[in-house]
């Protein structure tokens, strides 16, 4: 055989295998190798100039946009549950799972699995904290429950949380409590509050000489408030009493380091504002700290002090968590300033449009620079907020989040990076449509 011949046998080949493929279901993954190109000649051009200009710079943004590979058909606007990543994330991992099994043992654990030492060094960067405070997990929950399940408590012990804090991690408090017998208070707070100084009250108010621990997130999944973790940890610290930030939308969504909030643990999800892949997080456990914390999975008496005991996990890919590299590489170019004021212009683009459009509509977020970024939570008077969400999804392929909590409800919002304001004003439409017409 010619190699001519060979590279046209190679060919039908491949294309037989494709349609088997396509046959069976499967879509092309359509790689864009250049998306860090894309994205750094949108940074060179956006030099120099403020955020705010920036964000609504739509030449700046459409670069951005082209990093990934989204299906214009479909408008996400649920990029808080779990964002897609751009596409040379995606490709690093699979470029790392298909090297990984050649050979799983040697490739994974001996070349892969190491590199997670460059992760941990470049995440506490970022979030500014020593490597050795750095653990890597596979998402919020992981993180979370690490600390929910590793501190030691006794029976009549207590700690406060609120009932705006992730379900898991109530269920997690709750099953702690029918174990141990450790009494918890749920502190509420109204939507909006009326101040971060009201939020601090109601966990200062419920903490008393037996609390232990308060658990806290740092931004709300349900109508993306930014909660005062700063003052919640001053408040705490001289009372002896050890606060668990749970970060999950925070990290990457909007600025901040360790030291803005003074914490000694944070636990987040990585698949949601850093568009790394799913299934990637990070427990920050300050150095004094970690003795009192359990790992999940058990590790030797000689791993105390060392927060790798935190991922001892048994086995599990190296090319999810190796792929944080790259999603943490295309943050740093576009810049944590840069991406929080764009998500904020869409944020305020949909939210004052509809505030302006009827009485009926409320937004539960505050519409300022401090308290919220990207998420916005949308009440509709008379509009149950279930059936407008599978209106949209059915009617008009806009995906949302319903929220329905015991003491509000609503629609929540988030956009990403790529989100253009043509989907944002879609969504205002059908919005307004269904406050004309009904749904
Ligand atoms: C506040 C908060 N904490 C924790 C989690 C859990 O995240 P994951 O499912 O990635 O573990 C979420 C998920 O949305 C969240 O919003």
Known sequence: MTP??????????????????????????????????????????????????????????????RAFDTDATLVNLNNGGCSPTPSHVLEAMIRDLRFSNEIPVHHMW?????????????????????????????????AMETLILGIDLKAGDEVVLSNQNYPRMITTWEQRARRDGIVLKQVSFRVPPRSPADVLDAFARATTPRTRVIEVTHITNLTGQILPVRDIVRMARPRGIEVFVDGAHAFAQFPFRRDDLECDYYGTSLHKWLLAPIGSGFLYVRKESQKRIWPLMAAPAAMDENVRKYEEIGTHPAANHNAIASALAFHREIGSARKAARLRA???????????????????????????????????????????????????????????????????ITPNVYTTPAEVDLFSEKIEEALRKGI
């Open 4 to 65: 001519e011949s060979a590279t046209r046998a190679r060919g039908v080949l491949n294309r037989r295998a494709l349609l088997t493929g396509l046959a069976a279901g499967l879509t092309l993954p359509a790689f864009r190798a250049d998306a860090m190109r894309l994205a750094a000649q949108a940074g060179r051009g956006a030099a120099g100039r403020p955020a705010e200009t920036i964000a609504r710079d739509e030449g700046y943004w459409s670069e951005i946009g």
């Open 110 to 142: 001996n070349i892969l699995e190491p590199r997670i030492e460059s992760v941990r060094r470049e995440l506490a960067r970022e979030f500014g904290c020593d490597p050795e405070e750095m653990a890597i997990t596979r998402n919020a929950s992981e």
């Open 346 to 412: 869409l944020r305020d683009r949909w939210a004052k449009r509809l505030l302006a459009a009827d009485p009926r509509v409320r937004v539960l977020t505050p519409l300022n620079d401090t308290e919220a970024c990207g998420i916005g939570l949308l009440h509709v008077d008379g509009i149950p907020t279930d059936r407008l969400q599978v209106h949209l999804w059915e009617k008009h392929r806009i995906m949302t989040t319903p929220i329905l909590h015991a003491e509000f409800d609503g629609l929540r």
